[in-house]
């Protein structure tokens, strides 16, 4: 199993995120969601991503010269990227074995250690590669390193509670309550992922709920309501509010696909308070931000 390979696009060392203490969070291609505000959108896609910065093109045609199928018609080879001396053209995502991943994890389990910190599985979304996500979780807690799960829900019921046995912790991201509404900014309804959390929640994982507030989406009062209903009779009482950013423009410029993120407003700081104000009159342990 040590030798079964995934696909990541980024190892983030020394975060303060996605769980306590000092983490590395893993972030894996392939995401089963579109939402609309998307921060990471070289991790929607299943296979590896070319992104290019215009601004560091030099303009010398290498790219073009080696490139064997016409750089309008590319399958993501990769050539281009090791000719571009300019770093102008760049594969997101790395094929790593779970072996290499883990070594890669465990050069930093003294930070773990020291501030009750560990690994944690983000993307994309960990469930689109299931099998490589549960053995390197497996993997990390064998060697006594605490283990964070970070899923949109969006997956068989058997399959997400395979994967979050190998977790201490379930960072789940709500992103609606309304189903329609759900659909309209993610693609797919939100029926499977509330079932899904509610099967987390009854199996006893310590789930941490996230909830993006995006102001004119996803932040009126019936929404917030609806949230707080549903996670009390669960016993679920934690819950971040990511107030949505807009960075990532950028990222939509390299891949070059349409960029939606200017549809969308961050909330100010008195939005954000009353938000959290409502959750937590509801029962809710809310905190800003994680
Ligand atoms: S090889 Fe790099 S610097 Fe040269 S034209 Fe292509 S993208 Fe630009
Ligand atoms: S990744 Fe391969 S196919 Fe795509 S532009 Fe570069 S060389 Fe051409």
Redesign the pocket.
């Known amino acids: 199993m040590d030798s079964a390979a995934g696909l990541v696009f980024n190892v983030m060392r020394f975060s303060l995120r996605d769980g306590p203490g000092i983490r590395t969070t893993v972030f894996l291609k392939g995401c089963p969601l579109r939402c609309a505000w998307c921060h990471n959108p070289e991790s929607q896609d299943f296979g590896p991503s070319?992104m290019f910065n215009a601004e560091r093109c030099r303009h010398c045609g290498d790219?073009e010269a080696?490139?064997?199928?016409?750089?309008a018609?590319?399958?993501?080879?990769?050539?281009?990227?090791e000719a571009c001396v300019a770093e102008a053209?760049q594969?997101a995502g790395r094929r790593v074995t779970v072996a290499e991943l883990v070594a890669e994890i465990e050069r930093d389990a003294i930070f773990f250690d020291e501030s009750g910190g560990g690994v944690t599985l983000s993307g994309g979304e960990p469930m689109a590669q299931a099998e490589f996500s549960r053995a390197v979780l497996a993997a990390c807690r064998a060697r006594g390193i605490h283990t964070a799960l970070d899923t949109c829900g969006q997956a068989p019921a058997e399959t997400l509670l395979g994967v979050a046995a190998h977790a201490d912790m379930v960072l789940f991201d709500l992103k609606a309550m309304d189903s329609d509404l759900h659909r309209r900014y993610t693609g797919v309804p939100n029926h499977a992922i509330l079932a899904n959390l509610t099967a987390l929640a009854q199996a006893g994982h310590a789930v941490v709920v996230r909830y993006p507030l995006i102001p004119g989406v996803n932040d009126s009062a019936p929404e917030l309501q609806a949230m707080a209903d549903f996670l009390r009779p669960l016993g679920l009482r934690r819950l971040d509010l990511l107030p949505y950013h807009g960075i990532g423009i950028d990222k939509y410029r390299r891949l070059g696909i349409p960029c939606p993120l200017e549809e969308f407003s961050s909330p100010g700081p008195e939005r954000v308070a009353q938000a959290a104000g409502a959750l937590r009159s509801q029962g809710l342990d809310v905190r800003v931000g994680g």
């Open positions: 070319l790219c080696v490139c064997p199928h016409g750089l018609a590319c399958e993501v080879c990769g050539r281009c990227v053209r594969l």
